[in-house]
C-alpha cells in the first residue's frame, strides 16, 4: 500500500530536497489535481486511498501573493 510517508519520502529522495519542501510540494499537486476535476470524481479517487493520502487531495485556498 502507497501512503503519504512513502510519496513524501521518494519525492524528496529523488528531488534531492527536503522532507517538508516535498510534503509542500505533494499537498500543492494534490490540490491541483482536486480543483481540475468534479467533486464526485475526487470522492471515487479519494475512497481507493489510504486515509493519509485521501487528505492530500482536498482544494486549499491560495497562498497570498
Known amino acids: 500500500e502507497i501512503d503519504r ?3 513524501e519520502e521518494s519525492l524528496a529522495r529523488r528531488l534531492k ?3 517538508a519542501q516535498a510534503a509542500r510540494i505533494l499537498e500543492a499537486v494534490g490540490a ?3 480543483a481540475s476535476v468534479t467533486e464526485g470524481q475526487m470522492e471515487d479517487v ?3 486511498l489510504s486515509p493519509d493520502m485521501r487528505e492530500v487531495f482536498i482544494e486549499r485556498a491560495a497562498a497570498p501573493a
Open 46 to 48: 479519494r475512497r481507493q
Open 17 to 19: 530536497l527536503e522532507r
Open 5 to 7: 510517508d512513502a510519496v
Open 32 to 34: 491541483v489535481i482536486a
